[in-house]
Structures are given as C-alpha cells and as structure tokens.
C-alpha cells in the first residue's frame, strides 16, 4: 500500500510540475475530474471476475451458498481489494468475499462481507451465557488504543472502538456468532462499520466480516439473516463432529472472538480524492495522463503478482529438474565406477553456468 502511495504521489508531483511549466492549459472544473477519477475506477472494476451460485471453499473445508442478490470474488481478489483499495494490513486465511449484485466494489457505498477461516480448534461454547459485554466492550477499547503506537509505525491509521452497533447474539441451536462494531480510523469523518459473524466447525471457525460506512447499518441489518445460513460445512468438519481424544481445543471461547481484529473500509478509495483534490487547477492534457498513469499502476499491481506467481514455479520446475540431473550423474559414477574403464586425468576445468 506504501508503494502505492509513493507512485500516486509521483504522478501528482509530476503533473503539478508540468502545469506550472505551462500554466495556459484549460482549468479542469470538479465535473471533469469526477469523471477522469470514475474513468480509472472503471478501470479497476473491469478486471474484477465475480461468481455466483455455490462456491466450494479450500481444502474442501466449506460449501458456501452465494444468496439470491449477492455475488463473490475468490481469495486473490478478495487480498487485493482488501490491501491495495482499502488499506488494511495483509491477512492469511482469505477465502474470498461477498457484497450485492447491483454494486460494484469500488464504489464508495459498497459494503462486502470478507470470508476467511481460522483453524484455531474447537471453540468451547459453554461461557456464552456468562459474558457481560458491556465489560468487555471497555477492555477491547482499551486495547485497540493501546496498539495505536504500532499501527501508527506501520503506517497505518489509529483505530477507536467507538461501541456496539448490535450487540453479540451466539445461536447455540445454529452455532452462529454475531456482532457489530462502531469505528473510528484516524481523522477520516465518517465512522466504519464492521458486521462480524462467526460459523463455529470442528476445528475452527468460519468468519464473515462485513465492512461498511457506519450509514449503511441498517442496509447490512436487512441482509443479515440472508447471509447467516450461507455456510455448510463438509460431513467431518461439522462442530457436531468435534473428537475430544483427537481434537484441538481452541485457546478462546465465545468471549474470545468477539474480542478480535477489525477492518478499515480506507485505502484508494479515499487517497484517490486526496490526490486528485489538488489537481483541479491542472489542465485536461495531463488529467488524462494521470489517469493513464493510475490505470498503469493497477495493472503493474495485479500483473506483477502473476509475473511473481509464474516465476515462483519456473523456480520450482528448475529445480526439479536439476534434482533429476543430479541423480542421473550420481548413477552415472556408480556405472563408471564398477567397470575397468579409466579416464587419464586432465587439469581443463568444465565451464560452469553463471549463478542465477
């Protein structure tokens, strides 16, 4: 998120400079650079490839059931949009996310429940109905300030645990957690929503975190009990089939998790206006520029982890191959080795191949 961050502000810092060294160039009005700003998130949303109807989850852990009005992004996507368009840290375990049909994600009303699973074992349910959670409330407040120093140092904005949006409700029939959190991050105005549901198995659980403005409540309300039965686990993985003399039992309860981490809805999204705000001024010929140069910038971040992915196995291939070879010389020598077959010696050295 840094190097995006340093790449947009080259390209305003180039344009800015450009302008100044020909300052006759059309005023670009609010309306024109809505529009270049809209062209480049069209951009982004072109490359996204949304799925629908039952997706079957890694490891063959989980079915999830995409519900009428809503479509999905896999694991990949579902990184890139939680990194490079909305600024939170990278996450193991991302399965995917979900959000309406009729949105797109880059738009900035777009809400999306992020799917992820942690196999941290078998949550104990028994404390659920000894929790006070105003109590906790307090303790997870204090907490998330006292983390603020690292998240600063890492670049990222501070978070305050505002308060419940909906307070925790565990469904012991189901086996279903769920809760909703008010945040603030940083200076941004507008508070964050995160919508969390937790879907307990044998060894581990499920988690949906939906991730809003705090004025879209009400919406993410309405969908809530469409999004609750989405999951079916796979037969041995169901929390029915927990095995207490096999089984890992996990370190928290129910308490536990909904003492967890929490998600920004920041990122491009908002640097995009950031950078683009000063720019009114400039003229049409390098707004269009700019733009190109953000849609470049997309396309270096998404191609650049393929480019990685297919060097990583060529990698992998080299060395298999070079294994094979290894092996052939070794039986080669055990062959040489056996027979009366003498070779006189020489000090000519073989060319070795350069270092990779």
């Known amino acids: 998120m840094k190097k995006l961050f340093l790449l947009l502000s080259l390209l305003c810092t180039v344009g800015a400079t450009l302008y100044a060294q020909n300052d006759k160039k059309e005023t670009l009005s609010e309306a024109e650079l809505l529009k270049a700003q809209q062209a480049y998130l069209d951009s982004v949303e072109s490359v996204m490839k949304y799925q629908t109807g039952t997706i079957q989850l890694a490891n063959n852990l989980a079915k999830i059931n995409i519900p009428t009005g809503f479509k999905y992004l896999n694991a990949e996507q579902a990184n890139l949009v939680l990194t490079d368009l909305w600024g939170n840290p990278p996450s193991e375990g991302i399965l995917g996310l979900i959000l309406p049909a009729n949105m797109k994600i880059t738009e900035g009303?777009?809400?999306?429940?992020?799917?992820?699973?942690?196999?941290?074992?078998?949550?104990?349910?028994?404390?659920?109905?000894?929790?006070?959670?105003?109590?906790?409330?307090?303790?997870?407040?204090?907490?998330?300030?006292?983390?603020?120093?690292?998240?600063?140092?890492?670049?990222?904005?501070?978070?305050?645990?505002?308060?419940?949006?909906a307070k925790p409700f565990y469904d012991k029939d189901?086996?279903?957690?769920?809760?909703?959190?008010?945040?603030?991050?940083?200076?941004?105005?507008?508070?964050?929503?995160?919508?969390?549901?937790?879907?307990?198995g044998r060894k581990g659980v499920l988690i949906l975190n939906a991730v809003s403005s705090m004025n879209q409540l009400s919406l993410v309300n309405k969908d809530i009990d469409k999004v609750l039965d989405i999951v079916e686990f796979t037969d041995g993985n169901k929390?029915?089939?927990f095995n207490p003399s096999a089984d890992k039992i996990a370190a928290v309860g129910i308490g536990g998790l909904v003492a967890g981490k929490v998600l920004a809805k920041l990122g491009i999204l908002a640097v995009i206006g950031k950078f683009f705000a000063p720019l009114l001024k400039l003229g049409k010929l390098l707004i269009v520029g700019i733009v190109a140069g953000l849609s470049a910038i997309w396309r270096f971040i998404t191609g650049r982890r393929k480019e990685e992915e297919t060097s990583e196995e060529a990698v992998t291939e080299t060395t298999d191959e070079t294994t094979e070879a290894t092996e052939i010389v070794a039986e080669s020598s055990d062959s040489t080795t056996d027979t009366d077959i003498t070779e006189t010696p020489t000090n000519k050295e073989e060319p070795q191949n350069p270092p990779v």
């Open 109 to 165: 009303q777009a809400y999306a429940f992020i799917i992820e699973w942690d196999e941290m074992g078998y949550v104990k349910d028994d404390d659920a109905d000894e929790i006070d959670y105003d109590d906790l409330l307090k303790e997870m407040q204090e907490d998330a300030e006292a983390a603020n120093e690292e998240r600063k140092e890492a670049g990222y904005p501070t978070v305050k645990l505002v308060g419940w949006a």
């Open 174 to 200: 189901r086996k279903i957690l769920h809760w909703a959190k008010e945040i603030a991050f940083g200076e941004t105005p507008e508070h964050t929503l995160n919508y969390n549901i937790r879907i307990l």
């Open 239 to 241: 929390y029915g089939d």
